[in-house]
């Protein structure tokens, strides 16, 4: 059975980079669509990207580029980069399986856009 | 503001029926599948409800999902107090080209 731990620095500085990766277990990070979406009290749930792992990626626009995805076939992660961050971007975040409907998630991280 | 609409609670007693509505536009529900999310307290959201009404391997059939043109309600029947959780619909987007999600509806069981 496919799991997924996300992994990374819980606190970031803002104007600094967050970068989180997505472990998958039980199967291979080429087999699926990875998605990532974040949960903010004041947002809910804000879907910020997809990637497969033969290159096709898409992100929401209202990141304005800011965020950039990549899968490593070596390491079986995926993994997400959100630059220039503020404190609008503290939230839980959530790698999972699909794109149009996500039937596997991880438990998700806490990120704290602070100084 | 969350682009799909959901009332932000909604309350049964065990054993009963409840309903949880999701309304969106042309350029999600009205043209795409919708799918439900059930969300605990402290955990991740789950999928529920995939493609309007079809139940992943291990949700039982109390729960199931209904669309219509724009709109789409999820029903529990039965309700356990175990189903006190977070509700989420979701549906594809033409004008964001992406998943959107409803506000989430918080279930209280009495």
């Known amino acids: 059975q496919v799991q997924l731990q996300e992994a990374g620095p819980r606190l970031v500085k803002p104007s600094e980079t967050l970068s989180l990766n997505c472990t998958v277990s039980g199967g291979s990070v080429t087999s699926s669509f990875w998605t990532w979406i974040r949960q903010s009290p004041g947002k809910g749930l804000e879907w910020i990207g997809y990637?497969?792992?033969?290159?096709?990626?898409d992100t929401n626009p209202s990141l304005k580029s800011r965020a950039t995805m990549s899968v490593d076939t070596s390491k079986n992660h995926v993994s997400l980069r959100l630059s220039s961050v503020t404190a609008a971007d503290t939230a839980f975040y959530y790698c999972a399986a699909g794109n149009f409907f996500f039937d596997k998630w991880g438990p998700g991280t806490f990120i704290t856009v602070s100084s | 503001q969350s682009v799909l609409t959901q009332p932000p609670s909604a309350s049964g007693t065990p054993g009963q029926r409840v309903t949880i509505s999701c309304s969106g536009s042309s350029s999600n529900i009205g043209g795409h599948s919708v799918h439900w999310y059930q969300q605990l307290p402290g955990t991740a959201p789950r999928l529920l409800i995939y493609?309007?009404?079809h139940r992943p391997s291990g949700v039982p059939d109390r729960f199931s999902g209904s669309k219509s043109g724009t709109s789409v309600s999820l029903a529990i029947s039965g309700l356990l107090s175990e189903d006190e959780a977070d509700y989420f619909c979701?549906?594809?987007?033409?004008?964001?080209?992406?998943?959107?999600f409803g506000g989430g509806t918080k279930l209280t069981v009495l």
């Open positions: 990637i497969y792992y033969g290159g096709r990626t």
């Open positions: 493609s309007n009404n």
């Open positions: 979701s549906a594809w987007d033409d004008s964001l080209n992406g998943p959107v």
